[in-house]
């Protein structure tokens, strides 16, 4: 019998626009028949790759491979290395020679092991000697990979990949590091009477103030919240701080979804110390548009932003200053913040639900902020490392 035709699978750096555009458009292809995907939108995922418009660029440099078989796009991956994260400690997760993969996509595991040997060489090649990831391209954007929670699409800013990718990096020889929990809680009810006894202690408290945002003076608002979270996140495994820049992009990429109801602000003896940002779930919108906002996506999105109905609320960043963590202080402004956001995403927002996280799985204090309001975990995100020798 002869043997069969095996098509050689091939390897390109990614070098042109065009095959930038190629490279975003093939995750669109290798998905479209998970009914839980959210296609992004096709300029945002362009934009993350691309110098001048991700700030990510300041401190970061990456390359992009493509995988071919027989002239067809079959898979995709990029190798990066961010300067602010060699110099973190390497307990925390980072360090120095520690470079990343991420926007992983490949059709099958043959794929996968030509594009992983790729992203490997060429951080080897610059001088790494270890590979953390999935990144995508930043901690701060879509870390880690989907192990548990298949059967419910993301809320915005969460990712979601096949099922198949844990078994095909764990097999290429990446060890798992770290978990991310994500949690979901019904609000309309109202949470255990412990939270209400706390909520109620700390409004007797007139050291403290929880505050909205003033949407109308978002930037500097921005600031004051991006500022403590480089503080209060910190000594967190994987922490990599905001630049300047980054701050003002987050601060001016978020402004479309900031509703004042939604974000508090909590000060002790008027110095802002903690936050919570909670953003109308527009997943519940994009999963529909096929990544376009053409031809008339962009009214119908526009239209929702007026004046969001969202079922599921999502808090993507919650802090508090290291003075005051693992303090009753902490706890107090934690449960007051989320006991007044939930009032108002349900009288003004229709919101049913609360979607939290990502959380690292050795967050003790958050994850008992989650569990003392009963939320369960709904989705899980792995990270894995591997040595380059």
């Known amino acids: 019998m002869a043997a069969p035709n095996i098509v050689p699978i091939t390897i390109h750096p990614v070098q042109s626009q065009s095959e930038k555009c190629e490279f975003v458009d093939l995750v669109y292809r290798l998905n479209r028949d998970d009914p839980c995907w959210v296609p992004p939108l096709r300029g945002e995922a362009l934009d993350l790759l691309t110098p001048g418009k991700n700030p990510w660029f300041g401190h970061g440099r990456a390359q992009y491979f493509l995988a071919r078989r027989g002239g067809k796009a079959v898979g ?38 030509a594009l992983f040997d790729a992203a490997e060489q060429w951080l080897r090649d610059q001088g790494m000697t270890r590979v953390l990831g999935p990144l995508s391209l930043s901690i701060w954007d879509e870390p880690g990979l989907l192990i548990q929670g298949f059967d419910n699409s993301p809320t915005v800013m969460l990712g979601h990949n096949r099922r198949e990718y844990q078994g095909w990096i764990e097999r290429a ?23 209400q006894r706390i909520v109620s202690a700390g409004e007797k408290n007139s050291r403290i103030r929880i505050r909205r945002v003033v949407k109308a003076n978002f930037d500097a608002e ?24 980054e701050i003002a992009h987050v601060g001016k990429k978020l402004e479309p979804l900031v509703f004042e109801d939604l974000i508090r602000i909590a000060e002790v003896d008027g110095e802002p110390v903690a936050f919570m940002i909670v953003l109308p779930n527009m997943n519940e919108k994009l999963i529909h548009m096929g990544g376009s906002l053409f031809p008339f996506n962009w009214a119908k999105l526009l239209w929702w932003l007026r004046k969001p109905k969202s079922r599921v609320l999502r808090v993507p960043l919650m802090g508090v200053v290291q003075r005051l963590q693992n303090s009753r202080m902490a706890s107090t402004l934690a ?48 990270m894995y490392d591997k040595p380059l020798i």
Request: hydrophobic share 45%; aromatic share 10%; glycine share 10%.
């Open 76 to 113: 995709r991956i990029s190798a990066h290395i961010d300067t602010l994260a060699l110099q973190q400690p390497a307990a925390q997760g980072m360090g120095p020679d520690t470079g990343n993969f991420g926007l992983f996509e490949a059709e099958d595991e043959a794929v996968a092991n």
């Open 173 to 195: 020889g990446f060890r798992p590091v770290k978990q991310m929990f994500n949690y979901g809680v019904p609000i309309t009810d109202g949470f255990p009477p412990i939270v």
């Open 222 to 245: 921005a600031h004051i919240i991006l500022n403590i979270l480089n503080d209060a996140w910190a000594d967190n495994w994987g922490f990599v701080p905001l630049s300047d820049d």
């Open 335 to 382: 449960f007051m913040m989320i006991e007044y956001i939930r009032q108002d995403g349900i009288t003004k927002f229709g919101a049913q639900e609360g979607d939290i996280g990502w959380v690292l799985d050795d967050n003790q204090g958050m994850n008992a902020v989650a569990d003392a309001i009963e939320a369960k975990v709904n989705r899980v995100y792995q």
